[in-house]
T-cell receptor, first 113, second 114 residues
Framework: EAGVTQSPTHLIKTRGQQATLRCSPI?????VYWYQQALGLGLQFLLW???????NRGNFPPRFSGRQFPNYSSELNVNALELEDSALYLC????????????FGPGTRLTVL | AQSVSQHNHHVILSEAASLELGCNYS??????LFWYVQYPGQHLQLLLK??????LVKGIKGFEAEFIKSKFSFNLRKPSVQWSDTAEYFC????????????FGKGTHLIIQP
């Protein structure tokens, strides 16, 4: 069974640009979570999508947004990139219930110059 | 808001030594508890989890953890570590409903010397 996949592996952008990151969940999982792992800040919850809807977001500004498609894959968009957005962005998936175990993908390393 | 504290940021042990990594959380209600591991160059993997029942849970690769509700703790243990256990270890919690996602500790970087 394939795990959570993410693309691209690395992404380099300049300040002010937009970044789009993609995630495909494990087959049968309907919930997708996004986390940011920034140096010195640890792993922080960004967004939760379930059944195509945004269910909750962490303490991040509105320029972090995303969506979930009918096949449950998800996209994270970061607008007006700032230098401090440089981080590893992890996607996780779980079955429908939010408290079920989350399985993580390999991440996308975003570098903002 | 819930928080997770991992006491040791860096731990260095010799092979065959015993391991205990501390994890404390702050949340007044029922929680689900997890330990994840990130081996060098690999992604986060689930080591073990506690939802309910027996507070002593066993995970992969000989790891176990004990949930002590009165101490808000979920410490990770392994009786005899191997060089291949070198990794970053993260404790995480989420509350029933899980709407806030997982709350992670800052992680413990474990180095096992051969």
């Amino acid at each position: 069974e394939a795990g959570v996949t993410q693309s691209p592996t690395h992404l380099i952008k300049t300040r002010g640009q937009q970044a789009t990151l993609r995630c495909s969940p494990i087959s049968g999982h309907t919930s997708v979570y996004w986390y940011q792992q920034a140096l010195g800040l640890g792993l922080q919850f960004l967004l939760w999508y379930d059944e195509g809807e945004e269910r909750n977001r962490g303490n991040f500004p509105p320029r972090f947004s995303g969506r979930q498609f009918p096949n449950y894959s998800s996209e994270l968009n970061v607008n007006a990139l700032e230098l401090e957005d440089s981080a590893l962005y992890l996607c996780a998936s779980s079955r429908h219930r939010a408290t079920d175990t989350q399985y993580f993908g390999p991440g996308t390393r975003l570098t903002v110059l | 808001a819930q928080s997770v504290s991992q006491h040791n940021h860096h731990v260095i042990l010799s092979e065959a030594a015993s391991l205990e990594l501390g994890c404390n959380y702050s949340y007044g209600g029922t929680v689900n508890l997890f330990w994840y591991v990130q081996y060098p160059g690999q992604h986060l993997q689930l080591l073990l989890k506690y939802f309910s029942g027996d507070p002593l849970v066993k995970g992969i690769k000989g790891f176990e953890a004990e949930f002590i509700k009165s101490k808000f703790s979920f410490n990770l243990r392994k009786p005899s570590v191997q060089w291949s256990d070198t990794a970053e270890y993260f404790c995480a919690v989420n509350a029933p409903g899980g709407a806030d996602g997982l709350t992670f500790g800052k992680g413990t970087h474990l180095i096992i010397q051969p």
